[in-house]
Structures are given as structure tokens and as C-alpha cells.
T-cell receptor, first 115, second 111 residues
């Protein structure tokens, strides 16, 4: 089975540019999570969706960040405009509690560098 | 927000040795999860615990859900070089799908 798919794996951009990160969850999973990982703060939950609906976006740092899930197999995290402090690894994860488990399965991540 | 205190922060051991790491919290959790992260990759789920007192094994890995529901530990027996990585605990409270992560234990295994 294919796991969570993220693209791109690496993104280097200049301050002020728009960045779009993409995620395809595991088929059949109805929860999707976006995380950010940095050395200083560890793994932080940014936002999560259930059945394509945003449930909790309290972790989104500011209005420059937005996330969408137009359908069950695709989600985007957008940063506009990007800033150097946004440099981090961004992970997408999915889970399906209806299958009797609350385990979240992570994608390989997108390493973002904002110059 | 909720925090998990994970210790030790790092460990340097010889191949063949056993390893133990733990997570504690001031809050009660309904689920404890242990993940391993290799460099350049996402965390991979190792063990999930759902009941207080539960002891679960996955090969050389054993994890327990503390009886108070505020802690969990992970043991690795007879470590091998491929055990190298960062191990994270994560807890989930009732009524939410959100996970709270510890800061990780970085494990180095010397051949």
C-alpha cells in the first residue's frame, strides 16, 4: 500500500515568495494532519481535517499560513508571503479512527528553506 | 499547551546493550504512541498503547502504558546499529485526534 505522499521533498525559495506544499493521504483515511518540525520547537501540529473539513487550526502560526482539503485525496498548505523563520520540515499525516486505531501515519516531509 | 517530558534527550550505547527511555506528563492521556524517525524521513509508528498498564511488544521493542496514565516507557533489547535514530513519544487525550509529542530521544549505537 502507498503511504502518505508529499511533494515537493525539498523547496528553496526567497523571502516573500508563495510556497505551496502538497499531501496525498492514505486511501480511506479520513483524518489529515499538517505538522511543522524544527530543532527548537520539535513537532508542532498546525491544523487537522476530518472528512475534508478543518477541525482545529489553532496551531497555524499566523494569517500567512492557510490549508485546504478540496477532496479526500489531496491537501495543500500554503505560505504567503514566506519568511526565513518559516524554514522547517513540514509533515503531513493521516489516520482513520473508524478502523479501530488512532495511529497517525506520516509522510516523508517537505524540507522548506526560505532565504 | 500540553507537554510531554521525554528523557533522556540523547543516549550513546554499545551494540548489544539494552535501552530504556520514557515520557511523563502532568496530564492524563488515553493513548500513548511511540515513533522512530530516521534522518530525512517522517516518523514511523512503532507501538501504540490504549489501556493503562498495557505492555506491548514489537520484536525487540517493548512499551508500557503507565498505570497512572501519565507516563509511558519504551525498551529496546539487544540494540543493533539500525536502531539509530530519534524516538518520539506521543500522547492523545480523550475527545480529540490531536497528538502531543515529546522532544525526542536521540539514540546512537556504536558497533
Amino acid at each position: 500500500d502507498a503511504g502518505v505522499i508529499q511533494s515537493p521533498r525539498h523547496e528553496v525559495t526567497e523571502m516573500g515568495q508563495e510556497v505551496t506544499l502538497r499531501c496525498k493521504p492514505i486511501s480511506g483515511h479520513d483524518y489529515l494532519f499538517w505538522y511543522r518540525q524544527t530543532m527548537m520547537r520539535g513537532l508542532e501540529l498546525l491544523i487537522y481535517f476530518n472528512n475534508n473539513v478543518p477541525i482545529d487550526d489553532s496551531g497555524m502560526p499566523e494569517d500567512r499560513f492557510s490549508a485546504k482539503m478540496p477532496n479526500a485525496s489531496f491537501s495543500t498548505l500554503k505560505i504567503q508571503p514566506s519568511e526565513p523563520r518559516d524554514s522547517a520540515v513540514y509533515f503531513c499525516a493521516s489516520s482513520s479512527p473508524e478502523l479501530g486505531a488512532n495511529e497517525q501515519f506520516f509522510g516523508p516531509g517537505t524540507r522548506l528553506t526560505v532565504l | 499547551g500540553q507537554q510531554l517530558n521525554q528523557s533522556p534527550q540523547s543516549m550513546f550505547i554499545q551494540e548489544g546493550e539494552d535501552v530504556s527511555m520514557n515520557c511523563t506528563s502532568s496530564s492524563i492521556f488515553n493513548t500513548w504512541l511511540w515513533y522512530k524517525q530516521d534522518p530525512g524521513e517522517g516518523p514511523v509508528l512503532l507501538i501504540a498503547l490504549y489501556k493503562a498498564g498495557e505492555l506491548t511488544s514489537n520484536g525487540r521493542l517493548t512499551a508500557q502504558f503507565g498505570i497512572t496514565r501519565k507516563d509511558s516507557f519504551l525498551n529496546i533489547s539487544a540494540s543493533i546499529p539500525s536502531d539509530v535514530g530519534i524516538y518520539f513519544c506521543a500522547g492523545q487525550q480523550g475527545g480529540s485526534e490531536k497528538l502531543v509529542f515529546g522532544k525526542g530521544t536521540k539514540l546512537t549505537v556504536n558497533p
